[in-house]
């Protein structure tokens, strides 16, 4: 990805974290996703006291571009609060996987903005798909 546009991904992750719903864990994550359409979705992680009804900020992001419309996702990037890189959860994972290929980029950042980056099919290998790609 260009500088330029990871520059971009980076910011609105980083807005996006700053209006995480994180009472319980005071874990503040934001996330940015590229659609395929070439635009930038934010998300933020929302928080619930029924902790199984939380959110996480890969997938709302996510949520936000398909509500526009896209279908497919090219690049995800993920900051946290903390020193290490944050890598999304299995969860997360899947949801990425339903809308992206294995080939697509995703960013994993600490709070700093320093970021390693991998691609979806090394971090879910066995990407579980109802139907076959392709047909």
Known sequence: ????????????????????????????????????????????????????LTC???????FAMVADGEKRLREVLVIGGNAGFLPPCGACRQVLAEFAMPTARVHMCDAKGTCRSTTLGELLPFIFHLHQRGK
Request: hydrophobic fraction near 40%; aromatic fraction near 8%.
């Open 1 to 52: 990805m260009a500088d330029n546009k990871k520059k971009l991904l980076l910011a609105a992750a980083r807005k996006a974290r700053g209006k995480a719903y994180a009472p319980y864990s005071n874990f503040r994550v934001g996330a940015a996703v590229l659609g395929g359409n070439g635009r930038i979705y934010s998300g933020c992680n929302v928080e619930n006291a029924s902790f199984g």
């Open 56 to 62: 996480c900020a890969e997938r709302n992001a996510v």
